[in-house]
């Protein structure tokens, strides 16, 4: 969950749980595997909310023959 808000990579996810930094509905959660929904509100991470980063989205027009 913490990877498709944007804040981190799976991996990275997986490590802040198992070292009991995040915190769902007040409660600190230890296993990575448990389930939590994507909208939940109430996800703290050492203290802060967890918030959705903002998404980019690009385009690209690239000529023909170009690699």
């Keep these: 969950m913490l990877s498709k808000r944007g804040l981190c990579s799976r991996s990275e996810a997986e490590r802040w749980v198992r070292a009991g930094r995040v915190t769902v509905r007040g409660r600190v959660v230890t296993d990575p595997e448990s389930p939590t929904?994507?909208?939940e509100?109430?996800?703290?991470?050492?203290g802060g909310q967890a918030e959705a980063a903002e998404r980019v989205y690009l385009a690209l027009n690239k000529p023909r023959a170009l690699v």
């Design 41 to 46: 509100p109430r996800i703290v991470i050492d």
């Design 37 to 39: 929904a994507l909208d």
